[in-house]
T-cell receptor, first 110, second 114 residues
Framework: GNSVTQMEGPVTLSEEAFLTINCTYT??????LFWYVQYPGEGLQLLLKATKADDKGSNKGFEATYRKETTSFHLEKGSVQVSDSAVYFCARGNFNKFYFGSGTKLNVKP | DSGVTQTPKHLITATGQRVTLRCSPRSGDLSVYWYQQSLDQGLQFLIQ???????AKGNILERFSAQQFPDLHSELNLSSLELGDSALYFC?????????????FGPGTRLTVL
């Protein structure tokens, strides 16, 4: 099948802690992979993306590497801030169809 | 502000009714996508239009239909509404139909079916 699985939340961290949110996918072909972020009361915003194997997407201190051998696209950030508190969605797209993970809520405490 | 607008912001209606949700894409974007976000199903891709034509279909029910007009705005029609259709409906747009493009999401329309 075609799906995206990401770790369940909520994840609660202290400011400046290291963040990892796991994401794995199943797909035929070579999908594009995305991380989107949703702040309270808003629509989703693209955080980063990678379009081929071994690509690393990065933005605002967040990184994720497209690992075809493990079908993974884990999100990492070395030092989270309170302002990073949001819901994070892993997504994949290919053949013009898009599948999103269930979302992981991140709470960062000062 | 993503540049994508959706109306109305909130909609409350009864079972069996029909509603229309409207989306205006960012200026210059040719593709429009519709998504449904609910607590039990998460975020589900419904359908994509590109320059007026249907490009891809996801988990869209037969009771739902969409179209994209010559001015590129799009409408999602939901009919014979059921309680389970209560959800947040997002529209997104992108510059063209390529899968790797960034999608810009609107603020959503919250539909409540009573």
């Amino acid at each position: 099948g075609n799906s995206v699985t990401q770790m369940e939340g909520p994840v609660t961290l202290s400011e400046e802690a290291f963040l990892t949110i796991n994401c794995t996918y199943t797909a035929t072909g070579y999908p594009s992979l995305f991380w989107y972020v949703q702040y309270p009361g808003e629509g989703l915003q693209l955080l980063l993306k990678a379009t081929k194997a071994d690509d690393k997407g990065s933005n605002k201190g967040f990184e994720a590497t497209y690992r075809k051998e493990t079908t993974s696209f884990h999100l990492e950030k070395g030092s989270v801030q309170v302002s990073d508190s949001a819901v994070y969605f892993c997504a994949r797209g290919n053949f013009n169809k898009f599948y999103f993970g269930s979302g992981t809520k991140l709470n960062v405490k000062p | 502000d993503s540049g994508v607008t959706q109306t109305p912001k909130h909609l409350i209606t009864a079972t069996g009714q029909r509603v229309t949700l409207r989306c205006s894409p960012r200026s210059g974007d040719l593709s429009v996508y519709w998504y449904q976000q609910s607590l039990d199903q998460g975020l589900q891709f419904l359908i994509q239009y590109y320059n007026g034509e249907e490009r891809a279909k996801g988990n869209i029910l037969e009771r739902f239909s969409a179209q994209q007009f010559p001015d590129l705005h799009s409408e999602l029609n939901l009919s014979s509404l059921e309680l389970g259709d209560s959800a947040l409906y997002f529209c997104a747009s992108s510059v063209d139909s390529a899968t790797y493009n960034e999608q810009f999401f609107g603020p959503g329309t919250r539909l409540t079916v009573l």
